[in-house]
Antibody
């Protein structure tokens, strides 16, 4: 069974930093591109970033470029999102997503809530 | 374009069919056969219902089907059931090597 478990969310002040983690199980993690997708309170889904299976290629939304960095450790079946210069509009539930093809996902984690507020 | 266009809400009675549209451009929905649909019950992980416009993952009911015409994709749910009540999102690959989501559609089963 595919499982994706996110952690690392919490309350952070504007301008602060936070690192999200996602541990994968039930599939060969090193063979899949992975995504981060977020959902702000009362809003729709927003793609954040994608990282190739080897970690050599990364794509990111303009809204987070230069502030968020996605990475992975295939030896630990783990995906990360380093977030810096956080803004109130980054407040959202962040989901870890396995990519099926063309950057579109199939399996999603339960999400971790990030709240940016003073 | 920052988001694909979906109706904010649709509704139907048990047993009826409903269709949710998802309109984009030639740079996303119209340019590729890479459209997915997700069912999202608040507080739970979104679930993939349709991928590559019209393919159903294993385990998804045959009551769910997808199609596309030009730059508009559609999700049809037939034989509506109470458990189908959820938010539905479309998603498309884009020519900029990014992903766009629709704004979401709340399905109410009357």
């Amino acid at each position: 069974e595919v499982q994706l478990v996110e952690s690392g969310g919490g309350l952070v002040k504007p301008g602060g930093s936070l690192r999200l983690s996602c541990v994968a199980s039930g599939f060969t993690f090193s063979s899949y591109t992975m995504n981060w997708v977020r959902q702000a309170p009362g809003k729709g889904l927003e793609w954040v970033s994608s990282i190739s299976s080897t970690g050599t290629t990364v794509y990111s939304a303009d809204s987070v470029k230069g502030r968020f960095t996605v990475s992975r450790d295939n030896s630990k079946n783990s995906l990360f999102l380093q977030m810096s210069s956080l803004r109130p509009e980054d407040t959202a539930v962040y989901y870890c997503v396995r990519v099926l093809g063309a950057l579109l996902g199939d399996y999603w984690g339960q999400g971790t809530l990030v709240t940016v507020s003073s | 374009q920052s988001v694909l266009t979906q109706p904010a809400s649709v509704s139907g009675s048990p047993g009826q069919s409903v269709t949710i549209s998802c309109t984009g451009t030639s740079s996303d929905v119209g340019g590729f056969n890479y459209v997915s649909w997700y069912q999202h019950h608040p507080g739970k992980a979104p679930k993939l219902m349709i991928y590559d416009v019209s393919n159903r993952p294993s385990g998804v009911s045959h009551r769910f089907s997808g199609s596309k015409s030009g730059s508009t994709a559609s999700l049809t749910i037939s034989g509506l059931q109470a458990e189908d009540e959820a938010d539905y999102y479309c998603s498309s690959y884009t020519s900029s090597i990014t992903v766009l989501f629709g704004g979401g559609t709340k399905l109410t089963v009357l």
